[in-house]
Every structure is written in structure tokens, then in C-alpha cells.
């Protein structure tokens, strides 16, 4: 690994989840401008948002021996991006449209390397199945204001609210972090991380995933 890794992010969610490669990194948070182009896709807008993080912060680290590491993730009903809500009333919207059906949720992930100015992103996705959860519950956990910091409105690790059923694709992604996305990215410029990173965050995570081999063994 080079001599510093740069997280390019101050989600307590997303270094929770990098702390698992064993990798010592830095937190240093991208402000950029994070509204949807005309007729952007969820894919394409994460993988650009990642993709402006990284560059913004690389900016401050030209011609050192630097990786940074930037993330985005967004909830979408179709095509349709939910972002953070503005406040209660929005989030009790966004969860009244998730309530008992599946979304999306898309995590676009971009490492840079400062010495060169390599660029490699990806795109994670998984499809995620709602509870039919009563609006007491939902009254009850806009009151932890946990629902305001999150895109869609909630946290799937919510030990309280626990609002996903029965998902069978990578729950890191959906917290913000897809590990073995970063892991084969990371490959492409000749670094490995931990082998065992994928047994270490279902651990974490205590879920036993079923798509970490297909996602390592993909390649672009």
C-alpha cells in the first residue's frame, strides 16, 4: 500500500467499514456540489459524485505517493434518486413510498492515485425489500432523528428500526462501503487488500452474503 491512504469522507459508517481491511488511512471530507444532472441514471450519478470527491480531494495531495478513496451512496425508486430528506415531514414520505416494496440502492466507489493521476471507479448495487413496517415505527424512529442523515430516509444496521427483510445482495454497500467492490478495484493498481476481507465484514455484519464470490470473480 502506499504511504497514505485518504478516506474522502467523514461518514462514521464508511470508516467504520474501511477500519476492516486492517489498512491505516486518513479522514479528510470532499465538499462538492451533489445535485442530479438532467437525465442522470442513480449509476451513473453515484459513480460521478465519487469520481469529483476523489478528484477534489486528490488536489491537495499532487506529487505525493497518495491513494484516496472516495464514496457515494443514493437510494432510487426506478429512476427516481431519494436523496437525504429535509427534514421529518420529507422522511416520513420517503418511508411511507418504501414501505412494503423494493428499491435500489447504489453506491459508487472511486480510488485515485495521486503520484499519477490513475483513476479507477465501480458501481455497486443491490436490490432491497422493505417490511411492511407501521407508522408508529416510523413515527418512532423519525423521532432518533437518525432518518435525516440518510439517503431514503433510513439505516439498514437500525438496530430499533430494522426496516429491510430477507436482502440477498451486499449490505455493505447498502451502509455505503461495497468491500469487495474495493478490494477488486484496488487490484487494478497492483494492491492487495486482506484476503480474508470478505469473511471479516459478514462477520462485522453478521450476514452471511451471498455475492461476495461473484463480485470478486467479475471483472470490467
Excluded at 17 to 37: K, M, S, W, Y
Excluded at 85 to 92: I, K, L
Excluded at 167 to 189: D, S, Y
Amino acid at each position: 500500500m502506499p504511504k497514505t491512504l485518504i478516506l474522502a469522507s467523514s461518514s462514521p459508517r464508511r470508516k467504520e467499514l474501511l477500519a476492516l481491511t486492517r489498512q491505516p488511512f486518513e479522514v479528510l471530507a470532499a465538499d462538492i456540489n451533489e445535485d442530479v444532472l438532467p437525465g442522470e441514471d442513480p449509476r451513473a450519478y453515484v459513480r460521478r459524485l465519487a469520481e469529483e470527491k476523489a478528484a477534489k480531494v486528490a488536489e491537495r495531495f499532487a506529487g505525493q505517493d497518495v491513494i484516496v478513496l472516495a464514496a457515494d451512496t443514493s437510494v432510487a425508486q426506478g429512476q427516481r434518486i431519494l436523496g437525504k430528506p429535509a427534514d421529518e415531514q420529507e422522511a416520513r414520505q420517503m418511508l411511507a413510498e418504501l414501505r412494503g416494496r423494493q428499491h435500489s440502492v447504489f453506491s459508487g466507489i472511486a480510488v485515485l492515485r495521486t503520484m499519477d493521476g490513475q483513476l479507477h471507479s465501480d458501481v455497486a448495487d443491490t436490490s432491497v425489500p422493505m417490511r411492511d413496517y407501521t407508522q408508529a415505527e416510523v413515527e418512532a424512529y423519525i423521532a432518533t432523528g437518525d432518518p435525516l442523515d440518510k439517503a431514503g430516509a433510513y439505516a439498514i444496521q437500525h438496530a430499533g428500526f430494522h426496516p429491510v427483510e430477507e436482502l440477498q445482495g451486499c449490505r455493505a454497500n447498502v451502509i455505503g462501503l461495497p468491500l469487495c467492490h474495493l478490494k477488486r478495484t484496488m487490484e487494478k493498481f497492483d494492491l492487495s487488500l486482506p484476503q480474508d476481507l470478505p469473511a471479516a465484514c459478514q462477520a462485522h455484519l453478521n450476514y452471511q452474503c451471498p455475492v461476495s464470490e461473484a463480485i470478486l470473480e467479475w471483472r470490467q
